[in-house]
């Protein structure tokens, strides 16, 4: 029997615990996910490709049937050249349906075998997005719970100096 294979494609600048649950649920309904950095230059990014993969690799250490992998250029390219069943995206909130329609139709035109399936995100991690991560890892909140120990270790290491600042307020009882 074919083994149906899901691409789940996105920035994951970094991963966050919303991103695992969607990897998960995949799992149930596809017999391998690859989970695909897209490398497409985007300003502002934290962390480069290589870490992006590093840190999903670590965050998925153990679990079977799923890789890492990263893509440059069109996704349906990619798509073809896996020979992937469908794409796999979180849908957060209403939100997020507008953009998700107008990737998907775009997609379709591109290629008019693109599938895609969408995965409600949970209501513990509706809210999470890595943009929120970022930015509350930056001014020193703690984001233990939103993303894997890997990223919050990673966070911390690239906002040592905003952290110790934070830390050394907080002592001082400011
Ligand atoms: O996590 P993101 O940033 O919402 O993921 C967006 C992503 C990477 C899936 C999307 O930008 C993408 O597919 N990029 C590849 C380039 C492409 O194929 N663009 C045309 C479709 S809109």
Redesign the pocket.
């Known amino acids: 029997m074919k083994q149906r294979l899901a691409i789940y494609?996105?920035?994951?600048?970094p991963a966050t615990n919303g991103h695992l649950t969607i990897i998960h649920r995949a799992l149930r309904l596809f017999d391998h996910v690859v989970v695909?950095v897209?490398q497409?230059a985007?300003k502002g990014s934290l962390f480069s490709i290589d870490e992006r993969q590093e840190l999903l690799r670590e965050a998925l250490k153990g679990v079977p049937r799923v890789e890492v992998d990263s893509?440059r250029?069109?996704?349906?390219?990619?798509i073809r050249e896996r020979k992937a069943d469908a794409?796999i995206?979180g849908l957060r909130a209403v939100s997020d349906f507008e953009?998700e329609f107008?990737?998907a139709n775009?997609?379709r035109k591109?290629d008019p075998d693109f599938e895609a399936v969408f995965l409600m995100t949970g209501e513990d991690y509706f809210y999470i997005s890595?943009q929120m991560v970022r930015e509350v890892a930056s001014l020193g909140g703690d984001v233990s719970g939103l993303v894997p120990v890997c990223v919050q270790r990673a966070l911390m290491e690239k906002y040592p100096k905003r952290l110790t600042e934070i830390g050394r307020m907080k002592s001082k009882g400011s």
Request: proline share 4%; glycine share 8%; no cysteine.
């Open positions: 494609p996105g920035s994951f600048d695909a897209a497409n985007r893509f250029g069109l996704l349906v390219d990619y794409v995206r953009y107008q990737m775009a997609n591109l890595s």
